[in-house]
């Protein structure tokens, strides 16, 4: 495969993942605040790339969060057959240590990657994946 073809097969990747990725969000029901936080993005690279996901450029560190946003989305849906609670979990206050009565989404939209990656691995845990 030429670099060429394989660098537009990465960017159509690139905004799939993305776009899937700001769905999502919006089923979290995420303010727009909180989805450029999460994102890692600036507020007008926010509006920019989710009004035309197949023209943005993202930063490793944005592909890393776009990563778990699809990872935690993925593991709700093995926990819950529900859809409101796939949707919902991530808005619903959590009373385990790390989450100490604030949600998921309060937690991630600290915009911290630290924060994102720690709230998947305990939601992955969920599903026996195990800490």
Request: glycine content about 6%.
């Amino acid at each position: 495969m030429l670099a060429a073809e394989q660098a537009t097969i990465n960017r159509d990747v690139e905004a799939t993942a993305l776009k899937t990725a700001i769905a999502i969000l919006d089923k979290w029901e995420c303010t727009p605040d909180q989805a450029w936080a999460i994102l890692g993005m600036k507020k007008s690279s926010y509006y920019k790339n989710r009004d035309n996901t197949a023209t943005a450029r993202m930063t490793h560190d944005q592909l890393e969060r776009v990563s778990y946003i699809l990872n935690i989305h993925a593991a709700l849906r093995v926990i819950f057959d529900n859809p409101d609670n796939v949707s919902g979990f991530m808005r619903m206050k959590n009373h385990n240590p790390y989450f100490n009565g604030a949600s998921p989404l309060d937690i991630i939209a600290s915009g911290n990657f630290g924060a994102l990656y720690e709230t998947y691995r305990r939601i992955d845990a969920l599903r026996g994946a195990g800490l």
